[in-house]
């Protein structure tokens, strides 16, 4: 960051009061998206603490206890899960050379365009008891429904096999960028120094790589306290699916303000973990020169299990489910062009292209203030806008509700009063409040992607901007904007697809009749018209592809160096 004032003193006094008041207008809209972002926050805060002791203590003493067991089991199980399938992938096709070891560096990030739901709809389908493995199972030994075991889908094992299978990727991508950052002196010194293959990557390679290894943990469990569409379709009673259940089922607007606060907290506790984790590891390699680990060739048997290990979570977190949905959407009457369909995908398409250019507006605005002026007010503005990642969908959805409701009824009691006109809900069930959620929920996301192609603008490009004579918004037209294409058109995908598969504030805060493509397939498996939820889930997926191709490029660059 360059330590010049931002603007140059020897500008002549017009240039630089319009420089002043461009940095005035920037920091006011940044501090606007950052409010924007700690609404919700603070919404549900208030009206949680103004619902009084006797619904929480309803709560603890009915459902509370059982969200919180369910809620902390799923995220345990999801945790060693998607540690041992990332980790270990990332491992074998960056540390050995087997047959396909290319293929699959790229096909272990597929499993990242499926949400969980649609996960849950195509293995229901097949792994229920009328499905097609129990029904052959029944065929070939005779059996009768009662006479043996098979396991749940419908339980807290089986969203978890779900989540995993969607949310190894996180891990995987950052365990791979961190061996292969990796320098082999270390590691070949405690194989001089006897110690096996294994014992050297539990104790050297292992703990290098921690810090990487748990912000991808981190990031997996943040999606599963988030997820509502698996949980609530398998009936695992959790925060998310109580907070929906409060709110709609019952009416009680306390209720699930208290259930949001209680998994908030939850989110921020692991948010601000994820943060100490990652401010505090400083491993790095005291080699003075990086010396690239040579990768083991695995022959025979160990290539082949090799190869076995890495295709299972592809086949299953990618291939299998679309087959599966592919037979499913065949056998339905869903047609995709009727005039329904276009209608969802019309829904869909604009909020999330809508959502999209909002998001990626507002982190500019963050990012590029933050690059002007660093301090306590750019600072603090960008990290209040990252916390949006660590706030649940649902939760978003209640604070946002909350506030906008009050003022809507309020401002319609104000008008029949003055003016006998009633003005009906202005903001709340409009499309617009539906955006903000979104820009609160993904703005990290988009933040990420825009100062990490921010890192690469030289800070004098800047400085010789001030001198030209550019004002902020000059400065970011004619300089920033033309460099940062590739990183913006990124982060734009990202938030989209992000969009398109978001389910729990969809389903709370999108107007009337105003159905999308999560919706309608939510709203088919709900009644368990599951080849019908098939045809919207794979449009899902097939848009999904689009952000998961741009970052195996990436993978596969890097890999490639």
């Known amino acids: ?63 509370l206890p059982r969200y919180a067991g369910t809620t902390i089991w799923l995220v345990a199980l999801v945790s060693v899960g998607t540690f041992c399938l990332g980790v270990g992938a990332a491992w074998l096709v960056t540390m050995t050379r087997f047959p396909g070891v290319r293929l699959f560096e790229i096909a272990l990030v597929l499993p990242l365009a499926f949400p969980a739901y649609v996960l849950a709809y195509a293995y229901t389908h097949i792994l229920d008891h009328p499905g097609i493995v129990q029904t052959l199972l029944r065929d070939v030994t005779g059996w009768g429904p009662r006479d043996y075991w098979f396991p749940e889908i419908r339980s807290v094992g089986g969203a978890a096999v779900m ?56 990031l997996a469990v943040m999606e599963t306290i988030a997820d509502f569409g698996t949980v609530a379709y398998f009936g695992v009673q959790t925060f998310a699916t109580g907070i929906y259940t409060s709110w709609f089922s019952l009416a009680d607007r306390a209720g699930a303000a208290q259930l949001a606060l209680c998994l908030l907290s939850f989110a921020l506790l692991l948010a601000l973990l994820e943060r100490a984790q990652r401010g505090g590891a400083k491993y790095h390699d005291p080699a003075r020169r990086q010396q690239r680990m040579e990768p083991a060739v695995l022959k025979g048997p160990r290539a082949a299990m090799a190869a076995i290990l890495c295709g299972i979570p ?69 990290y209040v806008a990252r916390l949006g990642y660590a706030v649940p969908g649902g939760v978003i959805a209640v604070g946002l509700m909350v506030p906008f409701a009050a003022f809507d009824n309020a401002f319609d009691a104000f008008m029949r009063a003055r003016f006998d006109l009633s003005t009906g809900l202005l903001i709340t069930g409009s499309i617009w409040l539906l955006v903000a959620a979104y820009m609160v929920r993904f703005l990290a996301a988009a933040l990420g992607a825009y100062e990490g ?50 389910l729990p504030a969809t389903l709370i805060m999108r107007p009337f009749n105003y159905d999308t493509l999560a919706v309608q397939a939510y709203r088919l498996a709900s009644d368990e018209r599951l080849e019908g939820a098939a045809v919207p889930s794979l449009v899902i997926v097939a848009i999904g592809l689009l952000p998961v191709i741009l970052i195996c490029r990436q993978v596969s660059r890097r890999g490639n160096r």
């Open 1 to 63: 960051m360059s330590d010049a004032p931002p603007v140059s003193t020897a500008l002549p006094a017009s240039a630089r009061r319009r420089a002043q008041d461009g940095l005035r207008v920037l920091a006011g809209c940044a501090v606007m998206v950052a409010s924007i972002c700690a609404l919700p926050m603070l919404a549900v805060a208030i009206a949680a603490l103004s619902g009084g002791t006797e619904t929480i203590t309803h709560l603890m003493q009915t459902v």
């Open 163 to 218: 989540l995993i299978l969607v949310l190894y990727p996180y891990v995987y991508l950052l365990a791979r960028a961190a061996f292969l950052q990796q320098s082999a002196t270390t590691f070949l010194a405690a194989r001089a120094l006897g110690a096996s293959a294994w014992a050297a990557f539990f104790k050297i390679s292992l703990p290098l790589a921690r810090p990487a290894i748990a912000g991808g943990v981190l």
């Open 314 to 382: 592809v086949a299953l977190g990618a291939v299998l489910p679309v087959v599966i949905l592919f037979s499913m959407g065949l056998g339905s009457e869903q047609n995709l062009l009727s005039p329904r369909y276009l209608g969802f995908i019309q829904n869909s398409l604009t909020l999330a292209s809508v959502a999209a250019v909002c998001t990626v507006v507002a982190a500019i605005t963050v990012g590029f203030f933050q690059r002007l002026r660093p301090g306590r007010l750019s600072h603090g503005s960008a």
């Open 453 to 502: 192609g921010q890192a690469m603008v030289p800070a004098n490009m800047d400085a010789a901007a001030r001198s030209l004579g550019q004002t902020p918004a000059g400065t970011l037209r004619r300089v920033h904007l033309p460099i940062l294409a590739p990183s913006l058109l990124t982060a734009l995908l990202i938030v989209f697809v992000d969009v398109m598969k978001e």
